[in-house]
């Protein structure tokens, strides 16, 4: 069984990826959608979590072995972030959305010297907006960021195009397409259901 397929059926067991074609879930931005993540939840179960950071750990050894540090993308990714740095044995720091407002304003937290090669670890990926930040906040710390690894990304255009214009290589555990495959087989959607689901990705608001 391949990787996706495994993290898909753990995300969808323990709830951390509501499916409601019928009845769509509101994001803060407004958007209606069919589909709910929050990876957060992984962390009460010690076997996902384990799962994910071990995956996450073996990735970033086969694609980034000369990784020097990891980052975390605050705040979904801060324990993802630290358990793989853990597994690695290599430091840890993260990223805030925005500098600290007191202190000493950081927006980058722990100690990054100038050219480390960093591994950044993000939960999700939707528009990308908030990933790229924490991108730019490393690159003006002289960080030299070889990639960045993601629990689940939505595959949206934007995000696919935002990220290749930042040149920044993006590597996730799983992805929609393989989700919502995984939750047709399981029986958490109904396969009439599937053609909502495939067109929502496409233009996500539209719902």
Not at 34 to 40: A, K, Q, S
Not at 112 to 139: F, M, Y
């Amino acid at each position: 069984m391949q990787t996706a397929q495994k993290i898909a059926q753990s995300l969808l067991q323990i709830k951390a990826i509501k499916l409601s074609p019928r009845n769509p879930f509101t994001w803060a931005s407004g958007w209606k959608s069919p589909i709910y993540c929050d990876n957060r939840k992984t962390l009460a179960y010690p076997a996902v979590r384990r799962q994910i950071a071990e995956e996450f750990a073996q990735l970033v050894q086969r694609k980034y072995a000369d990784a020097e540090v990891i980052a975390g993308v605050a705040t979904g990714a801060i324990a993802h972030g630290l358990l793989v740095a853990e597994l690695l044995e290599l430091p840890f720091v993260y990223v805030r959305a925005k500098p600290k407002e007191h202190g000493l304003g950081n927006m980058i937290e722990g100690e990054l010297l100038p050219n480390k090669k960093v591994v950044v670890v993000e939960d999700l990926i939707s528009t990308g907006g908030s990933s790229l930040s924490a991108l730019a906040a490393l690159r003006a710390a002289q960080a030299d960021v070889l990639g960045m690894v993601a629990i689940f990304s939505y595959g949206f255009e934007a995000a696919q195009k935002s990220f290749a214009e930042a040149k920044c290589e993006l590597t996730t555990l799983c992805n929609y397409n393989v989700l919502i495959d995984e939750a047709a087989a399981q029986g958490y959607v109904q396969p009439n259901e599937m053609e909502l689901l495939k067109k929502w990705r496409e233009a996500p608001d539209k719902l």
